[in-house]
């Protein structure tokens, strides 16, 4: 079946650069998403990127996507406090009818 | 802001006591969907709903039920509720075949 893989944990400095990166095996996904996930809360979409792209930007967030090796990739400029939170990576299935979850990257910060 | 809504919020209740957990959408979204999330983090899917009527089960057993009799409404029952249930419930609604889902804030559902 669908299944979705990320890194349990990120630790970067205030003002430096952080990736995140997961894997997918649904080669048929036709969009992926970027979610974030504050304490106590649901999780808010940040951003999502069509299949038939390899990189979508917005404002602070870049995303990547390599269909070959199916790997997507969110990467956050000049990285704030207010940016702690858990970041999930999703993918539609191919029969567009379930939203499959990674199991989420805590990104913490350091002054 | 996305106009799906749970209750309660919070909820602590005792072993063998009969729950229900409520969603709602404002947003005329055929697609609902039940996600239990663990205290490490990850989300698994225990129910979906295509529309009125039409329930599925998800990727995780659960004995929790649910029902579609009403488009905006997606309630989440347990019938008797255990120690194992404790854990967040979060709801969330899709339109369009390939859009975004949005969630509601969850419900933390510990039992004792």
């Known amino acids: 079946g669908e299944d979705v893989e990320q890194s349990l944990f990120l630790s970067v400095r205030e003002g430096d650069s952080s990736v995140i990166n997961c894997t997918y095996t649904d080669s048929s996904s036709t969009y992926l998403y970027w979610y974030k996930q504050e304490p106590g809360a649901g999780l808010q979409l940040l951003t999502y990127i069509f299949s038939n792209m390899d990189m979508k930007q917005d404002q602070r967030l870049t995303v990547l996507l390599n269909k070959k090796d199916k790997h997507l990739s969110l990467r956050i400029a000049d990285t704030q406090t207010g940016d702690s939170a858990i970041y999930f990576c999703?993918?539609?299935?191919?029969?567009?009818?379930?939203?499959?979850f990674g199991s989420g990257t805590r990104l913490s910060i350091r002054p | 802001e996305a106009d799906i809504y749970q209750t309660p919020r919070y909820l602590v209740i005792g072993t063998g006591k009969k729950i229900t957990l409520e969603c709602s959408q404002t947003?005329?979204?055929?697609?609902m969907y039940w996600y239990q999330q663990d205290p490490g983090m990850e989300l698994h899917l225990i129910h979906y709903?295509?529309?009125?009527?039409?329930?599925e089960k998800g990727d995780l057993s659960s004995e929790s039920t649910v029902s579609r009799i009403r488009t905006e409404h997606f309630p989440l029952t347990l019938e008797s509720a255990r120690p194992s249930h404790t854990s967040q419930y979060l709801c969330a609604s899709s339109g369009q075949r390939y859009t975004e889902a949005f969630f509601g804030q969850g419900t933390r559902l510990t039992v004792v």
């Open positions: 709903s295509y529309g009125v009527n039409s329930t």
């Open positions: 947003m005329g979204h055929d697609k």
């Open positions: 999703a993918e539609r299935d191919s029969s567009a009818s379930k939203i499959i």
